[in-house]
C-alpha cells in the first residue's frame, strides 16, 4: 500500500479497492489520452481498455508524451500498453487497435463502469455520449484546440452531450486541422483523469458540470447543466455497414475524395441539400455521409427544416483529398 498512501490520505481507505475493481474504456491513446492514462495507471485503476485505430507519427510527440521516437510507425493503443506496464503492474492495459464506430462501440462499452473519451473526434464523441445516454454509464467527454479546452461529466443520471450541444458549434476542429499546444493538452487530460478518480472513488458532483480553460488567458470557467434536457429528435451516427438498401443514401465527399459509399447513392454537395432536392419517399430513411460527420450534420440540418422523417449520419474516414 506504499505505492498508494499519498492518494489513499485525500481519498479514503475504502478508494483504493474502488479504483483496484474498476474496469473503465478509454478511447483515444492520443494528447489527452497521455495524461488520463498516465495518471489512472499511477492511481491503480485495475482495468482499462483502449482502443485506438493509429500509429504514432513524429508530428505527435509534443504533445503525446507517452511516446518516444522508438515508437514511431507502432499501433498507438499497443505502444501506451507497453510503456504503462511500466509504470504500474497492477493496472492492466488491454489494446484495441481500431475506429470506435457505432457498429463496434456497444462490445467495446459493455463490461465498463466508466467511459472517457480522449478521441478528438466529435462524431466518436456524440457516438459515446448516445450510447452512455441510454445504458446509463458516466461519460467523461473532453476536447482541446489551439489554446482552449473543456472537460465534462454527461450521462450516468445526467444530461447528455446532446442536451448541452443540442447544434453543431459555430467552429469545429481536430488537433490536425487547427493545431494544438501541449500543455493545454495536459492541463485537459489532467482535469479528465481527475474527474475519473473521483468518481471511481465515490465522490458526488462530477456529473453535471463543465469545466473551461484558456491558456491565452490562464482562465478557467465552467457552469453546472443539471437541467438541460435533451433534444427531442438528434440524427445519430450509424457505420457504413449499416446502411441499408432501401436508404436514401447521400454521399457529400467530392469525387476526387473517395468513390460512393454506395453504388445506389447520390453524390452531393451540402448546399444540394435542401429545398429544391429530390426528397425520400415516405417512411425511408435519408443517410448522410462525409469523412468525419461534419458536413453529414449541417447537411442533416438543412434536410431536417424542409423535411420530417429519419435521418442518419455516416463519418466514414478519412478521404484521399480535402478535408471535411
Known amino acids: ?32 489520452g497521455a495524461p488520463v492514462l498516465q495518471y ?62 457505432p457498429a463496434n462501440a456497444p462490445k467495446l462499452i459493455e463490461g465498463r463502469e466508466l467511459i472517457l473519451d480522449c478521441a478528438d473526434s466529435f462524431a466518436v464523441s456524440y457516438i459515446l455520449s448516445d450510447l452512455c445516454l441510454a445504458w446509463g454509464l458516466p461519460f467523461l467527454s473532453a476536447s482541446v484546440t489551439g ?51 473521483a468518481l471511481l472513488a465515490g465522490e458526488a458532483g462530477v456529473l453535471g458540470r463543465l469545466v473551461t480553460f484558456d491558456a491565452a488567458t490562464f482562465r478557467a470557467g465552467g457552469f453546472r447543466f443539471d437541467g438541460a434536457e435533451e433534444p427531442a429528435h438528434a440524427p445519430r451516427f450509424v457505420s457504413p455497414s449499416e446502411i441499408e438498401p432501401g436508404d436514401l443514401t447521400i454521399d457529400l465527399r467530392g469525387a476526387e475524395e473517395a468513390p460512393l459509399i454506395h453504388p445506389a447513392a447520390r453524390r452531393l454537395s451540402v448546399a444540394q441539400v435542401g429545398p429544391g432536392m429530390d ?34 449520419l455516416v463519418a466514414a474516414g478519412e478521404p484521399v483529398g480535402t478535408p471535411s
Open 1 to 32: 500500500m506504499s505505492r498508494y498512501a499519498r492518494q489513499t490520505a485525500v481519498l479514503g481507505e475504502g478508494a483504493q479497492e474502488r479504483l483496484r475493481a474498476a474496469r473503465i474504456l478509454v478511447v483515444g491513446a492520443g494528447g489527452l
Open 40 to 101: 489512472l495507471v499511477g492511481a491503480g485503476v485495475g482495468h482499462i481498455r483502449l482502443v485506438d485505430p493509429d500509429r504514432v507519427e513524429e508530428s505527435n510527440l509534443h504533445r503525446q508524451t507517452l511516446f518516444r521516437m522508438s515508437d514511431l510507425g507502432q499501433p498507438k493503443a499497443e505502444a501506451c500498453a507497453r510503456h504503462l506496464a511500466g509504470l504500474n503492474p497492477e493496472s492492466v492495459v488491454e489494446p484495441v487497435v481500431a475506429a470506435l464506430e
Open 147 to 197: 489554446r482552449e479546452g473543456h472537460a465534462g461529466g454527461f450521462c450516468g443520471g445526467a444530461p447528455s452531450l446532446r442536451a448541452v450541444f443540442p447544434e453543431l458549434p459555430q467552429r469545429v476542429g481536430s488537433c490536425a486541422d487547427t493545431g494544438v499546444l501541449g500543455p493545454v493538452v495536459g492541463v485537459i487530460g489532467a482535469l479528465q483523469a481527475q474527474m475519473a478518480l
Open 279 to 312: 426528397l425520400p419517399e415516405p417512411g425511408q430513411r435519408a443517410v448522410l455521409v462525409c469523412r468525419s460527420g461534419l458536413r453529414a450534420w449541417r447537411a442533416a440540418e438543412r434536410l431536417a427544416a424542409i423535411w420530417p422523417g429519419d435521418i442518419a
